[in-house]
């Protein structure tokens, strides 16, 4: 499985990305080995993950995503889809 997620810094930002193993990234942005954004916002916490079969379908929904205002992102959070 291939999975995009979005984290929620500590200074209240959000993150964006993917990963075919959605625990161990977590585990790892915390731990201050996930990404440079993170690792000066920790600890993160998941607020939102999808689903996807191929690498190409989650690499293309984290783009979306991440083209997203925060305002935007908030609201798919809040399962405002969009």
């Not at 075919?20 to 993170?38: A, P």
């Not at 996807?52 to 984290?62: G, I, P, V």
Request: hydrophobic share 30%; net charge positive; aromatic share 10%.
């Amino acid at each position: 499985m291939n999975y995009v997620y979005i984290l929620q810094c500590n200074d209240g930002s959000l993150y964006t990305g993917w990963t075919t193993d959605l625990d161990r990234r977590i585990e790892e942005h915390n731990s201050g080995k996930g990404s440079k954004y993170t690792r000066g916002r920790l600890p993160v916490k998941l607020v939102h993950y999808e689903v996807f079969d191929n690498k190409s379908e989650a690499m293309k929904r984290e783009y979306k995503i991440k083209k997203l205002s925060h305002l935007d992102k908030v609201k798919l959070i809040r399962h405002q889809i969009i």
